[in-house]
T-cell receptor, first 113, second 113 residues
Framework: DAGVTQSPTHLIKTRGQQVTLRCSPK?????VSWYQQALGQGPQFIFQYYEEEERQRGNFPDRFSGHQFPNYSSELNVNALLLGDSALYLC????????????FGQGTRLTVV | AQSVTQPDIHITVSEGASLELRCNYSYGATPYLFWYVQSPGQGLQLLLK??????LVQGIKGFEAEFKRSQSSFNLRKPSVHWSDAAEYFCAVGGGSNYKLTFGKGTLLTVNP
């Protein structure tokens, strides 16, 4: 079992550009959540996808959007990048029920210059 | 609104010494509580979780945590720390109808030989 895999591992983008991050969940999991972890901070919830729909959203602007595919994999898109979007983006997969264990990927380090 | 406070930003202990990391939470319903560990450049690994029942929870790597509802706390303990325990530790809360996890800002653990 490969666990949760994210790609790419590192990414450098210019302010104003758009970026897409990808996540494959752990085998058997049907729910994917995305978190942003700024340097020296704990992860902040962006949104969660289940059955190809956004089920819950955190306090992030509409520049952050996502998608879940029929095979449960997911993408996180960020438009009009700001310097403040520089962070580690973590994907977590789980079963659909509240409180089930979330397994995290190693993250994508995004640097906006 | 749910929140987690980890009062200690950085803790240093000697190898073989005991460890206690503090976590206080605020949550309107019965909480699900988690402790995660993050090594440099890595994702989050679940150490243990509390949903209900016995308030003393055993986890991996010799860690345990005690849920104290009256104090809104979920402190992490280990009787004898190993050098490989050096990492950042995050407490998180979720549950009820809330799918997201809310994390504290983390406690960085340094282990001296």
């Amino acid at each position: 079992d490969a666990g949760v895999t994210q790609s790419p591992t590192h990414l450098i983008k210019t302010r104003g550009q758009q970026v897409t991050l990808r996540c494959s969940p752990k085998s058997g999991h049907d729910t994917v959540s995305w978190y942003q972890q700024a340097l020296g901070q704990g992860p902040q919830f962006i949104f969660q996808y289940y059955e190809e729909e956004e089920r819950q959203r955190g306090n992030f602007p509409d520049r952050f959007s996502g998608h879940q595919f029929p095979n449960y994999s997911s993408e996180l898109n960020v438009n009009a990048l700001l310097l403040g979007d520089s962070a580690l983006y973590l994907c977590a997969s789980s079963f659909w029920q509240v409180g089930t264990e979330a397994f995290f990927g190693q993250g994508t380090r995004l640097t906006v210059v | 609104a749910q929140s987690v406070t980890q009062p200690d930003i950085h803790i240093t202990v000697s190898e073989g010494a005991s460890l206690e990391l503090r976590c206080n939470y605020s949550y309107g319903a019965t909480p699900y509580l988690f402790w995660y560990v993050q090594s440099p450049g890595q994702g989050l690994q679940l150490l243990l979780k509390y949903f209900s029942g016995d308030t003393l929870v055993q986890g991996i790597k010799g860690f345990e945590a005690e849920f104290k509802r009256s104090q809104s706390s979920f402190n992490l303990r280990k009787p004898s720390v190993h050098w490989s325990d050096a990492a950042e530790y995050f407490c998180a809360v979720g549950g009820g109808s809330n799918y997201k996890l809310t994390f504290g800002k983390g406690t960085l653990l340094t282990v001296n030989p």
